[in-house]
């Protein structure tokens, strides 16, 4: 019987082979070569070793890094709207968002089986909601490795708080927590979850009255929500809330700059190009992201690359600072 692959005996040449591949050189030696026949005798465990190595997860994210320069490109991407037309993509976006919070609350902010409504249980609900504390120690751990202590006395405001996922990390840890949301249904479970929890320290609104009224805070902060909306929808969103920061405090935010061959028009979205009952995925240039931080006399202090939407485009995590 013949050997399968994961049998087959290594040699010199799948040394070079992998050493090429996930490395991008050749081996320093041939002592290095025959160090590897001797660790890993079998192919698969050859190329397990060099491919789990730390020299190879630099040279991929060395790759990543120069395509990702590469291959950025805003040229395409409306990022303005008039009036009517921001309003008729917002109905839309509600319209959306509304149904996934009377059907599939849980699942629309985290897209994992287990939270599909006919699938979610007790058990389920609380492993949801502990991801919100993860969520929180990464916004706090970039902080710290940027000199930014974070400080309970801090007032949070979350845009797309959804469910209280984040929320509720938040409000365990910090003075005051204000979130809003496009769905009544979303604010509704966050609403009943927080008086579950007996949290006194949170508002929750509605994204309309959060936008007419005269809310400040001391940290903005929003994750897996603007990818969402349109351009223009993005834009006027986070002019809003970069806008309410008070003197001192930070804007902490995710969104996609570059989607491979996305474009956005806002007369063909209106006519329906583009236009899905489901959740849409959408991208705002990086370029106007840092003129909106300018705009409303914030500092980039970090922005990173971040895995929120897999492989189908850039997205980044901004983190900024008001004088």
């Not at 692959?5 to 030696?29: H, I, M, N, Q």
């Not at 109905?91 to 979610?120: C, D, K, M, Q």
């Not at 209280?164 to 769905?183: H, K, L, T």
């Not at 003197?247 to 007369?267: E, T």
Request: negative net charge; aromatic residues 10%; hydrophobic residues 40%.
């Amino acid at each position: 019987m013949a050997p399968r692959p994961y049998e087959f005996e290594s040699t010199g040449a799948d040394v070079t082979a992998c050493y090429e591949r996930f490395l991008g050189r050749p081996p320093e030696s041939e002592a290095a070569i025959a160090g590897h026949l001797r660790t890993a005798p079998r192919l698969w465990d050859l190329i397990a070793l060099v491919y789990d190595s730390d020299e190879a997860r630099r040279h991929r994210r060395d790759v990543a890094c120069g395509e990702i320069a590469a291959l950025q490109d805003p040229s395409a991407i409306a990022t303005d709207a008039d009036p009517e037309g921001l309003a008729l993509m917002t109905n839309h976006i509600r319209a959306v968002w509304s149904r996934y919070g009377r059907e599939e609350a849980y699942y629309s902010v985290l897209t994992n089986p287990a939270f599909l409504r006919e699938r979610v249980g007790v058990h389920d609900i609380e492993t949801f909601y502990a991801t919100g504390l993860a969520e929180l120690d990464g916004f706090e751990r970039v902080c710290r490795r940027n000199g930014l202590e974070p400080d309970p006395r801090w007032s949070i405001f979350e845009l797309g708080c959804g469910v209280g996922r984040v929320g509720e990390a938040f409000a365990s840890r910090y003075q005051s927590y204000a979130g809003a949301d496009i769905s009544a249904d979303h604010l509704a479970i966050a609403r009943r979850r927080f008086a579950e929890r007996g949290w006194s320290n949170t508002r929750l609104l509605l994204l309309e009255p959060f936008l007419a009224g005269d809310l400040t805070y001391d940290v903005f902060f929003s994750v897996i929500v603007l990818q969402h909306n349109p351009p223009p929808i993005m834009s006027a969103m986070l002019e809003a809330c970069l806008s309410r920061i008070n003197s001192g405090g930070l804007a902490y935010f995710q969104i996609p700059c570059h989607l491979y061959g996305y474009q956005f028009s806002v007369d063909r979205y209106l006519a329906g190009e583009g236009q899905s009952q489901d959740m849409e995925i959408h991208a705002l240039p990086q370029h106007h992201v840092f003129a909106l931080l300018a705009r409303n006399g914030l500092d980039l202090v970090e922005v990173t690359p971040d895995d929120r939407i897999g492989p189908i485009g850039f997205s980044y995590t901004f983190l900024a600072r008001k004088p």
